[in-house]
């Protein structure tokens, strides 16, 4: 059973760091390019990052590029978010989910598993 | 980046109505459309990708079709359980955009 379990939230006040993670069992994860879409209470959903199964490219939403990275640990099934110089409007619950399709070069695709999400407020 | 825009929002129906949400892009993305469901506290399900392809388990009242900057989520006879916020994604650039998102709640 594919499972996608995110940690790491919490409250934090602005400008300062949180770092996430997003666990995965169940699939080749290495096979996988994952993604971090995060939700603010009550609104939309908002794609933020994407990195590719080798790491090979790595993606960013324009409100998040430059603060924000993203990585990954193929030998520990694991995602990372290191989330730097946070604001108020970053507090949102963050999900991960994996690409439908596996090791198929760096096209985007759709995503078909995601996890229950991390809830991060930013807040003085 | 690409925008996605989703109408109506909301949309009031009743059980056994037939649905449909459309979905805008500011420029064409061919047919690299998703969609997705969402209930209240649960993370979105994927229900079509490719524009019109059913991913596999969902059911079959569900639909979709479009190309280029218009595309529909048709829900053919609507199911308490269909009742959720849908959102639109395409996947044509690397700047995955979603719509703002349809919520179906009952008329």
């Known amino acids: 059973e594919v499972q996608l379990v995110e940690s790491g939230g919490g409250l934090v006040q602005p400008g300062r760091s949180l770092r996430l993670s997003c666990a995965a069992s169940?699939?080749?994860?290495?096979?996988?390019?994952v993604h971090w879409v995060r939700q603010a209470p009550g609104k939309g959903l908002e794609w933020v990052s994407t990195i590719s199964w080798d790491s090979g490219r790595i993606d960013y939403a324009d409100s998040v590029k430059g603060r924000f990275t993203t990585s990954r640990d193929n030998a520990k099934n694991s995602l990372f978010l290191q989330m730097n110089s946070l604001r108020p409007e970053d507090s949102a619950l963050y999900f991960c989910?994996?690409?439908?399709?596996?090791?198929?070069?760096?096209?985007?695709?759709?995503?078909?598993?995601w996890g229950q999400g991390t809830l991060v407020t930013v807040s003085s | 980046d690409i925008q996605m825009t989703q109408s109506p929002s909301p949309l009031s129906a009743s059980v056994g109505d037939r649905v449909t949400i459309t979905c805008r892009a500011s420029q064409s993305i061919s047919s690299w459309l998703a969609w997705y469901q969402q209930k209240p506290g649960k993370a979105p399900k994927l229900l079509i990708y490719?524009?019109?392809s059913l991913k596999s388990g969902v059911p079959s009242r569900f639909s979709g079709s479009g190309s280029g900057t218009e595309f529909t989520l048709t829900i053919s006879s609507l199911q308490p359980d269909d009742f959720a916020t849908y959102y639109c994604?395409?996947?044509?650039?690397?700047?995955?955009?979603f719509g703002q998102g349809t919520k179906v709640e009952t008329k």
């Open positions: 989910a994996k690409d439908i399709w596996g090791y198929s070069g760096y096209d985007p695709h759709p995503f078909d598993y």
């Open positions: 994604q395409q996947y044509s650039s690397y700047s995955r955009t």
């Open positions: 490719k524009a019109s």
């Open positions: 169940g699939f080749t994860f290495g096979d996988y390019a």
